[in-house]
């Protein structure tokens, strides 16, 4: 088995591929975004620190340059991180086991690189990223990227980062290997049981490429229209933007609308504008206190010390000491059943189905409106069985 292993620095390009469907979308964005200073996130660290236990996990199995001594020592390296927690060992083995299951399948031996930069410049001025892995066998490239987050579920279906390094990733290795088609992978173990998984044959992919390139183009020059919409979550201007403030304000535009009640279309197009209407609230509420708090003054609006908490100075010391007062332990503590997924995440699927599979049943979803783009498909009720689902 080949192997490449090379460690990147996680810089990132003006139109990164993790921000594409936000540049691709809304095209002056990056340039926008540039005022804006770069405010790393815990989430984002405690990502880092993942991504570098499983970048050790595979570099252990896939060129087995350390003895289980080394393996052990940057393990507790790891652990003295204060984002460190437990359940990064499991999930970067199930990460891991995932990329085994792909290279242990080839009848011949696949090519392997690990966080490898790749650069997809040809079709995005100055873009590049880093592939966590990348395969290659049998006329199939994999590109597998891991993700720690458990925020948004991220899906390999028509996922504009994904391409790029898919694209990326042929521009290194075309001229070697013969690719016929690309298998993108989104590993999310914390938040989906089964990796996310969409192939293109090359050439689709490349024509995807040369459809983009015009857009990219403008975006890296910040030309073209702001265009709202779900990829403003993490855009840095989210709070400040006028598109944004005016598509929501444009609400009030209703208010003059005739006769008194609404029609459905109206409802419908309210509700689309408003679909991430809470998140901007959320965005202008985080921004206004930021700004309070460094004494600018929000017009209507201050920062105020909110509501305390009170907490044990010592809980073992307070127990023991009411121990002593002859207060009886089992007030203190509750007894509380897991929940099925807790305890399933506690057991492992394995185990936890072969257990339990005849002591749990599921039960169908409550019926939750959604935009008519969600992959699920559309549910009625008849009114007797509404009074059930009720
Ligand atoms: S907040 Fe949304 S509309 Fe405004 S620049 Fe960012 S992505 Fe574009």
């Not at 990164?16 to 660290?45: K, M, N």
């Not at 490349?206 to 975006?219: Q, S, Y």
């Not at 809980?315 to 509380?336: N, S, T």
Request: charged fraction near 30%; hydrophobic fraction near 35%.
């Amino acid at each position: 088995m080949s192997t490449e292993i090379k460690h990147t620095d996680r810089a990132h390009a003006l139109l990164s591929a993790s921000s594409a469907s936000r540049w691709l979308a809304c095209t002056p964005s990056p340039r926008l975004e540039e005022q804006f200073e770069d405010e790393g996130s815990e989430y984002a660290a405690e990502g880092t620190l993942a991504h570098e236990i499983a970048e050790l996990k595979l570099r252990k199995h896939y060129t087995e340059p350390m003895g289980p001594q080394k393996f052990a020592a940057q393990i507790r390296k790891f652990k003295k991180h204060e984002l460190f927690q437990d359940e990064m060992l499991k999930h970067t083995d199930t990460y891991l086991e995932y990329i085994q299951g792909i290279t242990h399948g080839f009848k011949t031996l696949p090519f392997v690189a690990i966080e490898k930069r790749l650069d997809f410049s040809a079709y995005v001025p100055e873009g590049f990223g880093t592939g966590d892995c990348i395969i290659i066998g049998e006329s199939k490239l994999y590109v597998i990227d891991f993700k720690y987050g458990k925020g948004v579920p991220v899906s390999a279906e028509d996922n504009p980062q994904m391409k790029l390094y898919g694209l990326g990733a042929y521009l290194e290795y075309g001229f070697l290997y013969d690719i016929k088609e690309v298998q993108m992978v989104v590993v999310q173990p914390r938040l989906n049981d089964e990796p996310s998984e969409a192939t293109l044959p090359l050439n689709e992919l490349l024509a995807w490429g040369e459809e983009i390139k015009p857009v990219a183009r403008k975006a890296f020059k910040g030309e073209g229209d702001y265009v709202p919409g779900e990829h403003c979550k993490f855009c840095k201007a989210k709070a400040q933007c006028r598109a944004r403030a005016d598509q929501y304000t444009a609400l009030e535009d209703f208010k003059s609308m005739k006769p008194p009640l609404i029609s459905d279309e109206e409802v419908g197009q309210i509700l689309e504008k408003a679909q991430n209407l809470e998140a901007w609230v959320k965005a202008l509420k985080d921004y206004a206190l930021t700004e309070s708090l460094k004494g600018k003054e929000i017009p209507g609006w201050k920062a105020v010390e909110g509501r305390g908490s009170r907490s044990y100075v010592d809980q073992d010391k307070a127990f023991d000491h009411l121990k002593e007062k002859g207060i009886d332990e089992a007030i203190l503590f509750e007894r509380v059943p897991l929940t099925v997924p807790k305890l399933e995440k506690e057991l492992g699927k394995k185990e936890f189905t072969s257990l339990l599979k005849d002591h749990v049943k599921k039960s169908p979803g409550k019926p939750t409106l959604a935009p008519i783009s969600d992959k699920r498909k559309a549910v009625t009720v008849s009114p007797e069985a509404g009074e059930d689902f009720k």
